[in-house]
């Protein structure tokens, strides 16, 4: 099964712009991301906290969807599904 991941605004530098993954099964959207960025030097840092939680400020959507912060972990991801992560946005 595959999922697509695509990372923007600061992630995009951490992750790449789109990554095309592969899972087994039906998968928790927390555990697809923390998988996902143990593979770069500094992805788990970059998305959750020590205690292993996802930022609650990073924006997370699924399919279009925004998910809330406590969604994420009981979020069930599934093949085909696109997620996206960004940082907030500041600016002026």
Do not use: C, W
């Amino acid at each position: 099964m595959n999922v697509t991941i695509l990372a923007f605004a600061r992630f995009k530098d951490i992750f790449g712009e789109k990554n095309e993954i592969e899972i087994s099964n039906t998968v928790l959207l927390a555990d697809i991301l923390r998988n996902f960025a143990t593979g770069y030097p500094d992805g788990v840092g970059a998305l959750f906290s020590e205690e292993g939680v996802l930022h609650s400020y990073i924006f997370v959507m699924l399919n279009r969807v925004r998910i809330q912060p406590d969604e994420v972990s009981s979020q069930v991801v599934t093949d085909g599904d696109e997620i996206v992560i960004y940082p907030p946005v500041s600016g002026g």
